[in-house]
């Protein structure tokens, strides 16, 4: 796994929270980019959905992202707190936030979907 999973919680209202550390040797910097190493957007929403796939124990797939804003760098060795809560009106659609320090850092809008004919650790984001 390219980042380390410290704490996952789901709420009453089924809102997810999770704690994330990103280590510096995770292969997502190596090459993005060698002498100014930073988090891709595609990682980070590969985080939120591996979130959200750990906290309901089934394989999910992004069907649809929206919304997305990134508003600051992600740096080696920063450590994370990914938000997502339910949308009441869409099923299977998340608002998530991404903090570093209470500051949020990337929000957006992701749908999920089961995958289908895959193992347990076949949907999670790596490289």
Known sequence: MWYNLEEITRSAENEISADIHVPPDSPWFAGHFP??????GVA???????VISKAHNQDLRASSVRRVR???IVRPDDKL???AAPLKQEIGTYAFRILIQNETICNGVLTVGEQEGRSKNDGNLQT
Do not use: C, M, N, Y
Request: charge should be positive; glycine fraction near 6%; proline fraction near 11%.
């Open 35 to 40: 002498a100014d190493p930073i988090l891709p």
């Open 70 to 72: 990134f508003k600051r």
């Open 81 to 83: 707190k990914i938000i």
């Open 44 to 50: 980070q929403i590969g985080l939120v959905l591996d």
